[in-house]
């Protein structure tokens, strides 16, 4: 049945936004209408460019099509109680210039036979009877035949009946296989290339570009930095075609190019496309996304997300082609689905299992051109891997590293002392990229059903086996962030060792869902998806896509702390009250983070990441908002404020009076720098604690199976309390405040696996921290985890160095000191309240700063009129931060009357 996602799609195939080669390409949008004998009378002009489709009769889907359904191709045509197996599909496509087409291929997988016209002309047919321009009845069943991969055919006898502007290609197809994954037709009409051309190994200042021809051919690479070209290079033969590199581009600068293909004195010559070279250094962006070759709708708006976002590059972590890789497989699959965008961004792939397990004898590394390792012949052949197998590439401030890690069984797996990971450790070693990033199929740590897979037969799970193997080495060299596939869905983990996990598995395969949640895991979506990763500077921004392009996760990595000023505080009263019923997991229904102003990036730890700060005010109240908070089950996210030269603490010691909340009167071993004296201190990350509670509990522990690590120790952490506290001895509460801990936004659904908050809004009294408009205030944060006194060392709990702040001194069970962000306040609103207070007065109250001059003012009309009191009380010098005045008496029924307030300057 028709796909809705595509109506808006149905009409002619513009090539002016395509490319001149992939005539019709899979996943571009097709009519259909499925026939029997009772529709003979319908006329032959339904194969023609100048039929017009009932919307009525026919439907739209994207090519290929099963009778199998929708499950095998992307178009399913089986109904319930329809016998019909016959389908007649037309697709339209524009064509600027006829006569640049050379060569004309179709490319098709089928079963059964169909008979196939361009612009109402037949120019093939195959496994059904008749010759050219006989009719086929629509209830004819041809002799079985079921699908045996891609077979490209030469149609170039058909070039002439091209026509400039609007085409259409028509096919009569009739099944006869028995359903199921025999029964399909999938089609193309390519222009003088069978592939490509597309961009595979990039480096700064070159690129590979990689295509094939239909026939043997002479062919070479014409390019500049200007659409005028002006060079050009030979390519070189491949087992899939040509490959030619250019050079000596200067990094990050645009490159026009065409290829130019000659045979027996005919030259084929393909439109001129653009790229931009990789960059030397500076910001960049990429996408990634794994487990994509399904063949279906889902695949196809991945794609178009990816595309659409317009990225540097694309990193695919394996799974390219299913159910398993061939050649035959690799155009539908692959390389025609991401066609348009492989002519201007590179693509750098790793193989999954499905590429290099499933596919009889495969040829994967045929088909693609990486970049090559510097790994021996021999190590290579002892080991079972080539060249291009794993490899690492620079662009702007990163450096990737691409791994072979189909599996973890046999030659597949990684394994201690082999050679891949000795390269690993010298490649790493040697770059002095800020960032590093590595991407491979097989996970470190999920909480998919491939968490369970133990391959190997060694009575590990091979998750646990790669991450005890892989880990050490990314920790110690310092790579910030590893992005994986295998399992079908979207998780992003807390740190492991200070190493950022993600698996992003969603680019076409049916999405799985999670078994047992991973300890490490922090979010976690089954849904279809790709990343999006912007760097700049010492940050990283992520964000994860669904198919129609929205966002559904963010987070960021800061690498450096930020320093100096961090004056970001903004007018704002976002609301904190509860907006829903409960959820019945802490949470309520529609909740959602609704801070202004810009987000702070605080500092990843070992375990733990405190996500973003931001910081609001009004009149009455600080509000401080974190978002993308990523804790261990039984952390703490510790917050502390001040005011400059206010009253506040230096350290924690001796403050505990034995029923207060352990997070703060277990740390002995945490104090502030100088000029920071903190007088409140918040204990953060539970989302069913919405209020100040000295002896909330977190129930849940976390014990991460990676190697030993300090912290791993405190497997029973005693963490209690949550809410909002001064620092004084015995750590009273603070009167007003209010809180709300969750984790979506907007809350939409209960995630009954885990209870560690992603969002936190709190609200203090201004009065409470002494702030008025234009104050200075100071904010730090910390993650903490805390153990009973007679497991800890000296009374210490373990400081994560996951912090808000410039600079953390310490860490761990060692002293700490922790550092403090300055914000300046901006001017608060004037806001002024009335109430009754007894029969005849009315109380006016509003918030001031404290020496400053204030009138009053009334009106009967608001909209003007408005005359200032003149009683001995006006103006006034405000003494206090709550300011109120005594309306007495008050004014007698009649007239309303009106009251506003006027600073002084």
């Not at 361009?118 to 041809?142: I, Q, T």
């Not at 990737?400 to 597949?412: E, I, T, W």
């Not at 949640?517 to 912007?534: D, F, K, T, Y």
């Not at 993650?783 to 996951?802: E, F, S």
Request: some cysteine; aromatic content about 10%; overall charge negative.
């Amino acid at each position: 049945m028709a796909r809705p996602w595509l109506l808006g799609l149905l009409a002619t195939v513009s090539l002016a936004a395509g490319d001149d080669v992939g005539l019709v390409r899979v996943g571009d949008p097709w009519h259909y209408l499925k026939v029997t004998s009772a529709d003979a009378s319908l006329a032959p002009q339904w194969r023609g460019p100048d039929f017009e489709v009932d919307a009525g009769r026919w439907k739209g889907g994207p090519g290929g099509f099963s009778f199998g359904g929708s499950t095998v191709e992307a178009t399913g045509l089986y109904e319930f109680g329809n016998p019909a197996r016959t389908a007649l599909l037309r697709c339209d496509f524009d064509l600027a210039a006829p006569a640049t087409v050379t060569w004309l291929i179709l490319r098709a997988d089928w079963s059964g036979g169909f008979v196939a016209w361009l612009n109402g002309v037949e120019f093939l047919r195959r496994d059904l009877p008749g010759d050219a321009g006989a009719p086929v009845d629509f209830d004819f069943l041809p002799e079985p035949r079921s699908r045996a991969g891609a077979v490209e055919i030469d149609v170039t006898a058909a070039r002439s009946l091209l026509l400039a502007g609007r085409n259409t290609l028509a096919i009569q197809w009739h099944d006869s296989s028995a359903g199921g994954s025999a029964s399909g037709l999938v089609v193309e009409l390519l222009a003088n290339f069978a592939r490509g051309p597309t961009l595979q190994a990039a480096g700064p200042g070159r690129q590979t570009i990689v295509w094939r021809t239909p026939f043997p051919t002479t062919s070479r690479i014409e390019y500049g930095l200007t659409a005028d070209l002006g060079s050009s290079v030979p390519a070189i033969e491949t087992t899939a075609g040509h490959a030619a590199e250019i050079t000596g581009l200067p990094p990050g600068a645009p490159c026009f190019y065409r290829v130019v293909c000659e045979r027996e004195g005919e030259t084929a010559r393909s439109p001129v496309f653009s790229f931009r070279s990789l960059k030397a250094n500076g910001p960049i962006t990429f996408m990634l996304t794994a487990d994509v070759g399904s063949g279906r709708v889902e695949q196809y708006a991945i794609a178009r997300v990816l595309r659409d976002e317009a990225p540097d590059l694309v990193l695919m972590a394996g799974d390219l082609v299913y159910p398993g890789f061939t050649p035959a497989r690799a155009d539908f699959r692959w390389f025609s689905v991401y066609a348009r965008q492989l002519l201007s961004t590179p693509f750098l792939v790793v193989a999954g299992n499905h590429d290099v397990l499933y596919g009889g004898a495969n040829g994967f590394y045929d088909e693609f051109r990486m970049p090559a390792n510097s790994v021996p012949a021999a190590d290579h052949a002892a080991a079972g891997t080539g060249p291009q197998h794993y490899y690492s590439f620079d662009h702007g401030d990163a450096h990737f590293v691409g791994l072979y890690v189909p599996l973890m069984s046999g030659l597949f797996g990684l394994k201690p002392g082999s050679s891949q990971l000795a390269w690993l450790e010298s490649d790493l070693a040697a770059t002095d990229k800020p960032w590093k990033i590595v991407f491979l199929h097989h996970p470190l740590l999920s909480s998919g059903p491939h968490r369970y897979d133990d391959l190997d037969f060694n009575g590990v799970h091979d998750v646990l086996d790669l991450t005890r193997v892989l880990l050490p080495v990314l920790e110690a060299h310092g790579v910030q962030l590893v992005f994986s596939g295998h399992d079908h869905l979207y998780e992003r983990l807390v740190p492991v060792r200070g190493v950022q996990c993600v698996i992003s598995g969603g680019g076409g395969g049916t999405p799985y869902g999670s078994g047992t949640r991973e300890p490490a895991g922090n979010r976690l979506w089954s849904r279809h998806h790709c990343v999006h990763v912007a760097i700049d500077g010492d940050s990283l921004t992520l964000r994860a896509l669904d198919r129609e392009g929205r966002e559904f996760d963010r987070f960021h990595l800061q690498r450096t702390p930020l320093t100096g000023p961090v004056d970001r505080v903004t007018r704002h009263a976002p609301l904190i009250q509860p907006v829903g019923p409960p959820d019945g997991d802490g949470n309520f229904a529609g909740q959602k983070f609704d801070f202004a102003g810009e987000g702070l990036a605080g500092v990843a730890g070992a375990f733990a990441s405190p996500g973003r700060l931001r910081v609001n005010v009004d009149s009455r109240n600080l509000y401080v908002g974190v978002e993308e908070l990523a804790l261990p089950e039984g952390d703490d996210l510790l917050l502390f404020l001040g005011v400059p030269g206010g009253d506040g603490v230096a350290v924690l010691d001796g403050l505990d009076s034995g029923d207060g909340p352990l997070s703060l009167g277990r740390l002995a071993n945490l104090g502030f720098a100088p000029g920071f004296r903190p007088a409140v201190g918040c204990v953060l990350g539970d989302e069913f604690a919405d209020a100040t509670d000295r002896r909330f509990e977190r129930p849940y522990r976390t014990v991460l199976a990676v190697p030993d690590d300090a912290n791993l120790r405190l497997t029973e952490p005693a963490s209690t309390g949550q809410g909002i506290f001064r620092l004084a001895p015995g750590f009273p509460e603070v009167p007003g405040t209010m809180l709300q801990q969750y984790n979506r936004s907007p809350q939409s659904e209960p995630v009954l696996i885990e209870q560690s908050a992603n969002f936190i809004e709190l609200a203090i009294p201004l009065r409470e921290l002494g702030l008025t408009g234009e104050s200075r205030l100071q904010i730090a944060g910390i993650v903490a985890r805390c153990d009973p006194p007679a497991t800890t060392p000296g009374g210490a709990g373990w400081l994560d160095r996951a912090w808000f702040g410039p600079r953390l001194d310490g860490g761990g069970f060692a002293s700490t000191v922790l550092h403090a962000w300055e914000f300046q306040l901006p001017p608060l609103p004037l806001s002024l309240e009335a109430r009754w207070i007894a029969e005849g007065a009315i109380e006016l109250r509003w918030r001031a700063v404290p020496g400053r001059s204030y009138q009053l003012e009334r009106a009967v009309d608001p909209e003007g009129g408005f005359q200032p009191v003149t009683t001995p009380d006006w103006p006034r010098v405000a003494a206090t931060e709550d300011e109120t005045w005594r309306l007495t008496p008050a004014p007698e029924s009649g007239p309303a009357r009106f009251f506003r307030l006027r600073e002084l300057r």
